[in-house]
């Protein structure tokens, strides 16, 4: 089994690639001027990094999923995350980007914010692809980063800089949500799939033998990561992967309420529920009543 070496520190980053470290908590990296290249190697990150790929030279893993990315891509990472880089060959990576210390944003906005931004936790496979004019903005944000960087550290440096990276990071989020657009066709068809998997789930026995559905359950269906499938989600319909969980659930629980004759435990266990009276919280707090006086509003036969 392959070695996985921990990197808590912009310095050790720095030094696995030979590259001098400017401040502590950040680094603006260009791996073409890195004099170490480490060709196979998998690191446990304990800070925040995103790249800008600029030539196709090798493989990148997160986890156990192989991602051979192509130029003008970025891909990012948070802390807690395995990675690991393949070169091929002779080749030498050729990617400039960022990384920075959870302690850096400490207290900041960006700090407050950082949740948001949720393809930290994409795999590599939804990694994000820029044109040419996208890119010219993300370089032009490590410039400005780099800039500050250069200037000695005062009272204003960490905010500035936290302000700078925030922005980059903004940047991405709106090409993300670029990508999603472009790939509408695709992100449909996605939809489709969560749908019928949502009846199956919950009209068969998985709901009963399994619990109650999760958005990894149904992101782990359709080849996608959690933060992904979730976003991709929201941006087609306007709600969340769990909203339409829980939806589909109310909307079960009225069919079976009204049209068997399924005490309200029973309903609940099919449901995935392993205590009834949570079941009956959730309804009520959802539809406005219990699930019996749903029963008695709405003429069941049973």
């Not at 800070?47 to 130029?71: M, N, R, V």
């Not at 990508?179 to 998997?197: A, G, Y």
């Amino acid at each position: 089994m392959d070695e996985i070496i921990k990197i808590d520190t912009i310095d050790q980053y720095n030094k696995l690639y030979g590259l001098e470290t400017v401040h502590p908590l950040v680094g603006v990296v260009d791996l073409t001027k890195a004099t170490i290249h480490p060709n196979h190697i998998r690191m446990n990150m304990g800070i925040y990094s995103l790249f800008l790929k600029h030539t196709k030279c090798g493989d990148l893993k997160y986890g156990k999923k192989l991602y051979d990315y192509q130029e003008g891509t970025i891909v990012s990472f948070a802390p807690g995350q395995i990675i690991g880089i393949e070169l091929k060959g002779n080749a030498k990576p050729s990617s400039v980007g960022i990384v920075f210390h959870p302690d850096l944003i400490r207290g900041t906005s960006l700090g407050e914010n950082i949740q948001q931004y949720s393809f930290f936790s994409y795999e590599v496979n939804e990694a994000l692809h820029l044109s040419e004019e996208e890119k010219q903005i993300i370089t032009d944000c490590f410039d400005k980063i780099r800039i500050e960087l250069s200037h000695a550290i005062d009272k204003h440096s960490k905010i500035l800089i936290a302000k700078n990276i925030e922005l980059l990071l903004d940047y991405c989020m709106r090409f993300y949500e670029r990508q999603f657009h472009t790939r509408s066709k695709v992100n449909k068809d996605i939809l489709v799939q969560f749908e019928n998997l949502l009846d199956d789930y919950f009209q068969g026995k998985n709901a009963e033998n399994k619990g109650y559905p999760t958005v990894k359950y149904f992101a782990d269906k359709v080849f996608l990561s959690p933060n992904y499938f979730g976003d991709l989600i929201k941006k087609e319909t306007g709600q969340t992967a769990q909203q339409h969980i829980l939806f589909k659930l109310i909307s079960m629980a009225k069919d079976r309420i009204v049209n068997t004759n399924q005490s309200v435990s029973e309903i609940a266990y099919g449901l995935g529920f392993q205590y009834a009276q949570h079941f009956s919280r959730l309804f009520k707090k959802n539809v406005g009543c219990s699930p019996n006086e749903y029963k008695k509003l709405n003429g069941s036969t049973f």
